[in-house]
């Protein structure tokens, strides 16, 4: 097959009837009018009542996974800081590293790497295991910091007066330092741990069935996901002020002396 050499081969072919020159050509009717269809959302709360076990077991595995990882990372974040403040020089490195590397990349990154990376190097551990080893180790590192600020603001002169009489570092620490350091800092603790405990509807990446899990699931069998994740939002919202009004409560029987303020 030849093919001319000036392209006209390629040319669009020009449309052209002169016996309808005049009149209205078909290629250029106007587009039909759409008309907007006006979609009337009707709300359905209905699946409640059939699916509220399922609610409630993700409010407990949340509560759970906040307990434990609330206590367990506060406890070892305060050793940590404790480290960082005044421990061995030796010691400082590891958890200078620690702390860095969890306060600098995402939960969802140290969760999929606890559970889906652990298990190649030999070590296994269920979904709920895998959350809540997650969570000490992130609130561990928020936790560092935050109480290694209330030890540095404290005063010098509580720190010889423990040397005075005759008291061991880690003695003047538990005895002297930690509780007016946690007094100062318990609004900033108790509001990282709110945090914690919203962080944890990641979990259900990994299938944990915590609150944001279950509101997943109703979606996906009833087709109904406003509804659903309207539910899973007021669940949060009331779990986050109960939690702050515990907190306070705690911080008032621990710290009588001082008034401790809710955000």
């Not at 992130?138 to 290694?148: H, K």
Request: overall charge positive; some cysteine.
């Amino acid at each position: 097959m030849k093919y001319p050499k000036n392209g006209s081969a390629f040319r669009c072919p020009r449309i052209s009837d002169r016996s309808n020159r005049g009149k209205p050509s078909s290629l250029r009717l106007p587009l039909p009018v759409r008309e907007i269809a006006h979609v009337n959302y009707v709300f359905d709360f209905g699946w409640l009542a059939q699916y509220y076990p399922v609610f409630l077991k993700g409010i407990a595995i949340t509560i759970e996974l906040t307990v434990v990882g609330g206590v367990i990372g506060v406890g070892f974040g305060i050793f940590c800081a404790w480290v960082r403040a005044l421990g061995p020089p030796w010691m400082r490195p590891p958890v200078v590293a620690y702390v860095e590397l969890i306060r600098n990349t995402p939960f969802m990154v140290q969760l999929f790497f606890i559970f889906f990376g652990l298990p190649a190097l030999g070590l296994r551990m269920g979904e709920l295991q895998a959350a809540n080893l997650a969570m000490i180790i992130n609130l561990g590192a928020y936790s560092c910091e935050i109480v290694r600020a209330g030890i540095e603001a404290t005063p010098k002169g509580q720190f010889e007066a423990g040397s005075a009489l005759a008291m061991r570092p880690l003695q003047v620490f538990r005895h002297i330092i930690i509780f007016p350091a946690l007094q100062r800092i318990w609004p900033a603790l108790s509001s990282q741990f709110v945090i914690v405990m919203l962080g944890s509807a990641v979990v259900s990446q990994i299938a944990a069935e915590d609150v944001t899990f279950a509101a997943n699931f109703i979606q996906s069998r009833t087709f109904r996901a406003f509804e659903a994740y309207f539910v899973s939002t007021a669940i949060y919202l009331l779990l986050s002020i109960l939690l702050r009004k515990g907190l306070d409560l705690v911080g008032s029987f621990i710290f009588p002396s001082a008034s401790v303020e809710s955000r």
